[in-house]
Nanobody
């Protein structure tokens, strides 16, 4: 069973909205910093948004004001609400679970499989 499962991507027109979801299957979600990354073809993977265990959030400047990250600890899930999408938001989006070092398993995979977001008219 995959430990991190992300979903919710799709194709939308510019100005549209999508909501990405990510669910983990570990017991330590409440102490994890959860992240959304994205990678466009021939570009480096970049962090889009982050939410810490205490609720502190960070956004890539180009998405600030358009994207909102949130988490539900009871469901071990994190979400990325994306509004006013632009063609440059087109990428594969990945969820990443960042646990404290003492809780990390070197053999485990903390990345989701990725979900494609395409913004095009």
């Amino acid at each position: 069973q995959a430990q991190v499962v992300d979903s919710g991507g799709g194709s939308v027109q510019p100005g549209g909205s999508l909501r990405l979801s990510c669910t983990t299957h570990r017991d330590n979600f409440v102490v994890a910093t959860m992240n959304w990354y994205r990678q466009a073809p021939e570009k480096e993977r970049e962090m889009v948004a982050q939410i810490t265990s205490s609720g502190y959030t960070y956004y890539l400047p180009s998405v600030k004001g358009r994207f909102t990250i949130s988490r539900d600890n009871e469901k071990s899930s994190v979400y990325l609400q994306m509004t006013n999408l632009k063609p440059e938001d087109t990428a594969t989006y990945y969820c990443y679970e960042d646990l404290p070092p003492q809780l990390r398993d070197p053999a485990a995979n903390y990345w989701g499989q990725g979900t494609q977001v395409t913004v095009s008219s």
